[in-house]
């Protein structure tokens, strides 16, 4: 079929063979300010239960968050100090413990004379790293062979904005949605924004980026309101990138604006939404409630539609995507596809993004 013609097509049949879950790569877990020394947390990523925590001492790990013994979440239970000095996770079921290596270091219960080498005895030790704030956790086979992604923009100290939701759907679903070009005038009605009257035909550049694709630095357009607060001539670049990362780096001289979308999965159903900004623009010191408020009625409106959405997509059906609204999709699904393959295959990624200019009207 042609270029520009419609396509019928499955979305995500790879959900139904392995579920679809990228491997080998970092994912987003939580903001470094989220981890308390001395606390525990029990995060989902990839459909496994993952204890994330920070010592006392300020170092961050992550555990499979099931005790081998019982079951039990080993997050519900709390750090212990050895007669070594050593901080371990204690499970709150019968006190088993957990060095962050992931060893057994004590079985209470155990007796004189019970000999039983414990240190055998391990949960799954993630690794983990944390990058301007932000905390990564590494799903796969081995250790990690990459840093962690790190984002231009990133200025003004702590963020300025952070908000959370879960969309009830399947990561790509929740990606697609996102990066969709189209639906801007039908889903964000605002009058800060933008109305569905107010559509023009738009021509935008794209390249390939690391493991995705960037919209190339351009001046916004002209029927999107909300950059007018910040005065100037304003510059985007919106970029995303394997997993689940979306972000759009505004410059406006030398100020800058960072919106930072996390996405990660959390199972087949739902998939953790974190939107961070980072500016030192003084617009979000002055208009910081208003630009809060706007910002999460902005990201409630895409979790309600894919939620509405969720009534058609429980019958599987056959979807259409058409060029060029749809091409950031399509993009997706074989940056996914090239990732696996050359994780598989042992050979570095070869991004199959090749630059083009993009189409549509909103």
């Not at 607060?229 to 100020?255: A, N, S």
């Not at 800058?256 to 739902?270: E, F, K």
Request: aromatic fraction near 10%; charge should be positive; include cysteine.
């Amino acid at each position: 079929m042609a270029e520009g013609d419609a396509q019928s097509s499955k979305t995500m049949p790879e959900t139904k063979f392995g579920r679809g879950f990228l491997t080998d790569i970092w994912y987003f877990a939580a903001l470094s300010s989220d981890l308390k020394a001395g606390k525990l947390a029990r995060h989902e990523i990839v459909g496994e239960p993952v204890l994330l925590g920070r010592s006392r001492a300020g170092e961050v790990f992550a555990l499979k968050d099931i005790c081998p013994h019982r079951a039990a979440p080993l997050s519900a239970g709390r750090f212990v100090k050895e007669a070594s000095g050593a901080e371990v996770v204690e499970c709150p079921y019968h006190g088993w413990r957990f060095g962050r290596d992931g060893a057994c270091t004590a079985i209470p219960s155990l007796t004189a004379g019970q000999e039983m080498d414990v240190g055998r005895i391990r949960v799954r030790r993630y690794p983990v790293a944390e990058s301007q704030g932000l905390v990564f956790v590494w799903i796969g086979a081995g250790e990690p062979d990459q840093p962690p992604p790190t984002f231009p923009g990133v200025v003004g100290g702590a963020p300025k904005l952070v908000d959370r939701m879960v969309f009830e759907s399947h990561i790509d679903h929740a990606v697609v949605g996102l990066m969709d070009p189209a639906h801007g005038p039908y889903v964000h009605q605002q009058w800060w924004w933008r109305s569905s009257k107010s559509q023009h035909e738009k021509a935008k550049r794209f390249e390939p980026r690391d493991a995705g694709f960037s919209m190339v630095r351009h001046e916004p357009s002209k029927n999107s309101r909300a950059y007018a607060i910040l005065g100037g001539q304003p510059l985007t670049e919106i970029t995303f990138r394997l997993p689940g990362l979306r972000w759009e780096h505004v410059t406006v001289g030398r100020r800058q604006v960072l919106s930072l979308t996390c996405l990660t999965p959390m199972n087949d159903g739902a998939t953790r939404i974190t939107q961070i900004v980072w500016s030192d623009h003084p617009a979000f010191v002055l208009l910081k409630p208003f630009i809060a408020a706007g910002a999460r009625a902005f990201l409630r409106q895409d979790g309600d539609m894919v939620n509405l959405q969720n009534q058609g997509l429980r019958y599987d059906p056959s979807l259409i995507w058409i060029d060029d609204a749809d091409r950031q999709a399509k993009w997706y699904q074989q940056l996914k596809k090239e990732w696996a393959a050359s994780r598989r295959e042992g050979r570095p990624f070869a991004n199959p993004i090749a630059p083009a200019v993009l189409k549509w009207r909103s």
